[in-house]
């Protein structure tokens, strides 16, 4: 199945699951039939080995199908897409045992036979703020005990399993690492999301009290979870932002056929907003998809980071921009439940609230653009 | 009860209905224990006898506690006031027989003891142009039979009488006048509301097959709507526009709550928002209350008139960017449903969208602006 | 002659003016014609004995007519308004001399006979905060030695005499006082105005180093100045705002204009932007107004001051938008020198930029709506 | 000379020529020097043989440094770019005759050595419609007689030679032509161009009343002006796009250096509106570097005049608002006369004012999108 008609049969199931607020379980069939659980894994391990630039590609063309399940994908893809792009020397470097290798491998391998992971990162109060996570873990005889509680969890309940962040609790200095926690007795789903928009992500609550073997401690290296943020902000920030240009062009796609349906497209202020929010979403894709090159060719560079970070503020901006602008042309009758538009609008108000926030990407890229030194790291 | 402890008892109770869906019984049992539905009624009939300035003051105090409840409160205000305020001298000179003032006055006196009366007047793909209007009426021995489908009727099944309007089968030229319709056997309600917004207004369907008596024929005459429209303008556009002012101060209110909850009431760029959403709330007040002094003292006039859609313009324009930019500053832990700023911020994008629409009265307005004699009726 | 009258008067000279970015000596011959000089003057001194609201009323004509001419009269109003409107109990509870009384009536009576007085009192790279004020003063035997320098002092060279703030060089802590310091040897003008819009109001740099008497001391006391901007912070902030209501509404006027005459009053487009302008120009009076009422009916109150900043605040970005967007639907044959719009477009970008600036009215506003005690003394 | 450093001179020289509104004599030098008169001449003349694109880039870093010089320049480009980018098959299909490819020649290798072409299209009253034109011609003995008046000639008074449109006097259908008529007698510059932005362009009237040989004839065929609107909408659309980028990237760069200055850059809400203006001017970038590459690769298609009315539109709006925007960080001490923000604000309104404007391209995308056919020469 090709992309195209992939984002189809996406579409014309987003409003069931938008309604319902489950998770998009034949979404998910048809993107382990189409291959897509192993996009980011190596060829030699049985995946498509896509570039950064190529996962914007196709996670632009999910969103665009429905943005809820492009998001759980995002995160499947931010975790495989790590692993495998994280050049070997480098996690030498910093100390990872080559026992490493090996579990890294299967993570990957089992991601293109299906597997889907999750990201469990943020909590209550703290946000995704890494440097003051609170769920913690202890060495055993045999691993770990990790225990805590996330918030956020997109696919909790569905994963086969979750990348946690949790900070050593023998030690003063925070010390953040990342471990791959499978599904299973010690993880349990709280459902707690009911959300204005992308209704199906199913980003529950997760309670941890949970042991795990050495090999879940990623990178089998501790305290490495700063660094990744540091060296790979795509994955953190970017990588939305091509779920909510998708968004952006559903809203177009969507808003054309209700408008010439009511006869209404022929009128001089709806095609003005159109106008604008063509021009709108086309410079949207530009700067998304250029971010994504940048992350491709020149990864971790302060000039590919404030791309980054261009893309995520005009993605989110945009994607909600639009959605008001062209719900406004569409009038009334495209506010009932189940309208595409109806559950566009409020889709497309989410990419900016998600970290980092516009507001958040627009003081960063002022003080960049002030000749200011941003400091990243605090704002994790 | 007064209106500010009124206001706070339907703010309770306003995510619990917008959750279900269903009308809200409790607001309206609280309306007609205030002696609410007798507002507009006068003294002599047992009413308080408010004025149009007196009626926005209550529609915003309601709107900033429940959107969807005032909307309904201002459909029955609407066709109470329209009753109570046409002066009886402009009913007799358009020939109204003299039995229509007794008439009137036992659904006047019927409000005060807490009768509630819905509008019945848009159709499916016509919206509210009069002109348009399919539902048809036919003389029968001792009345009217009335036959059609109407939409979008605020307070369905739980009115007492539909205001309705509808053509003469008989006329060759269109003829539409005004009838009110008894709930009972011929008036069919039919499920067909949820909304994005404002969704305890119960504005479903209504199937009309029906036989009322003459005195059911609003002003005793026939073909009196298109005048009505252009006489009182006010009850058909401005009325709303109170309501989303309440809306907007909702906005700032449970804004500034959840903000200082999280402590993010310090930062620079949250006050910012803030004190802008302020500024732009209290013009819209003054806007509101600007034309509705208009209508109270100098009803029907061009200048009159321009105020009144100013007042819906900006009305709508205001809530929906309050609530836009204070649900950003707010950030995604406010879009969890049942959160107040996540209702309202689905309530609140509805008033440009109502008739007028913003586009609408732009358009209007710039025409008398720009000196054109603007043909209103035509907009009917 | 009757204010439209004179408004059109204004109008008239208005783009000549901008040219040559001379004082407009003609307007002043009208409004000390019209007795406009003593406007503020109380009946006794032969003056209009208005308040702060029927002020308003003036300066926004003014403003319709030619917006650099009433930013000078609005120095010269906010001169004498203060000296009227501050009760002789306060002053003499702030410690004023007897003596104090006589002089002042005479500065007010010399204002009613045609004086024009004008404010020095921002200095180069403070702004116009108080605190900070670099200008010093000494006693000598029958007065005080003044010297510095001072910038943007609208009307400089035409006014008959400054109110100049100047801190005392004796005193260890800072201690301002103002001084209305006459016209003469000592207070020598340098041209230095030149600017992008408002260029008529020959705001130049003034050097002084001057002696004055005793009786110069405004209020006879000295330290008042800060005092003078907590009780009135109308006078310093909000008299502007009625000026830029009243350049929103030249821009409208001249947009209608120009738009008929090229024939473009049809366009949907056009007509749009019209009517948006057109309903935030009528907001923004309203706003204006409103804080003028307050202004005299209730000065110097938290609610009072809430008023007063976002009559700034409105005012301010109002004539800017609408300015931007008429121009837009006037196309480039607006923007040509001498046209009416092109001064317009750059008279109306000024309003927000003029202390308090739009963005620290949004600042304050933000943080009262949060709940916050804005420090106002800290922002002079 | 590098086109930083040449920029940098343009630059230098802004504010000079913006206040005296003269021709920038020395930029053409330094032009000339740098070989760009040539640059879109084939090599085999002695020229630089660039693509658009690459034209692209010269413009928006020529804007960059001086907009108004950049405009004059555009102009130029578009005589020889369109002279040279024309196939020679297509010219010969619509029957020039051989002796044209000689004369193009010429015309060509004249500009490489240095002759500066200029573009004589709009009148008054019509703007750039070419089907209106009034500017006729007749046959002579030896060649064209052409009579008329043109307005908003950039570089009037000091190009070697204009490209006229005009309509053939004998033909009863509108037959539009271009000529390319030498400055010399019979063609008078008269002054006229007073302007709010880009006021060193010279755009100054010319009145026609000239003999020109038959070579002048631009093609060697008559008629052939509408044809080349329709195959190369990128002249008259697109190629002002770039240089709007570049004043875009002027605003930031004069903005920021403004705001370190005067210590304004830690401020939050002046970071912000960087940080947004930043994101705003880089999404500018890739569109109009999209459509001129667009424009190379698939000139004339669909899709690539999509892409031309987009870069029109969002370079204009984008100038407009970033100007807006970091004026208001900025100050009021940057709105003096001879401050680069002062000049930029103004000179960066003028893009979306410019043919086509930004509503004509908003409602031709409008059209597009909602799937409709726009009829491009109708708009000429």
């Not at 980011?40 to 996962?55: I, K, N, Q, S």
Request: proline share 4%.
């Amino acid at each position: 199945m090709d992309l195209h008609s992939l984002a189809d049969r996406l579409s014309g199931r987003a409003s069931k699951y938008d309604v319902s607020g489950d998770f998009p379980e034949e979404d998910f069939d048809d993107l382990r039939e189409a291959g897509l659980m192993g996009l980011m894994v190596p060829h030699r391990l049985g995946g498509a080995g896509a570039t950064f630039a190529e996962y914007t590609d196709v996670a632009m063309r999910l969103g665009s199908g429905a943005g809820a399940t492009a998001l759980v994908f995002n995160m499947h893809a931010s975790v495989t897409g790590a692993l495998a792009h994280t050049p070997d020397e480098l996690v030498r470097q910093f100390g990872a045992p080559e026992s490493f290798f090996a579990s890294r491998d299967r993570v990957l391998a089992a991601a293109a036979k299906g597997a889907l992971y999750a990201v469990a990162m943020s909590e209550r109060g703290i946000g995704s703020r890494l440097s003051q996570v609170r769920t913690s873990y202890e060495r055993t005889g045999s691993g770990f005990r990790i225990t805590g509680a996330k918030t956020f969890v997109s696919g909790a309940g569905h994963a086969d399993a979750y990348l946690v962040a949790a900070r050593d609790s023998s030690a003063a200095e925070p010390r953040v690492s990342y471990f791959l926690v499978p599904a299973g007795p010690g993880v349990e789903v709280q459902p707690a999301w009911d959300s204005l928009g992308m209704r199906a992500t199913a980003s529950h609550d997760l309670r941890l009290d949970v042991e795990v073997d050495e090999d879940a401690l990623v990178g089998g290296i501790e305290g490495a979870a700063l660094l990744l943020a540091q060296v790979m902000p795509q994955w953190l920030v970017a990588s939305y932002a091509a779920v909510y240009v998708g968004v952006a062009q559903a809203v177009l796609r969507h808003g054309v056929e209700h408008l010439r349906e009511r006869g209404l497209h022929t009128l001089p202020l709806v095609r003005a907003r159109l106008g604008r929010a063509d021009s709108q979403v086309a410079a949207a894709e530009l700067v998304v998809r250029r971010a994504a090159r940048q992350v491709t060719d020149d990864p971790g560079s302060q000039e590919t980071n404030r791309w980054v970070w261009r893309a995520k503020l005009i993605a989110g901006d945009t994607a909600a921009d639009v959605a008001f602008s062209v719900l406004e042309a569409a009038g009334a009758s495209a506010t009932r439940r189940g309208h595409p538009l109806e559950r566009l609008y409020r889709d497309a108000r989410c990419g900016a609230l998600q970290p980092a926030t516009s507001d958040v990407c627009a003081d960063w890229l002022g003080a960049c653009a002030l000749g200011d030194d941003p400091d990243e790291v605090a704002r994790w």
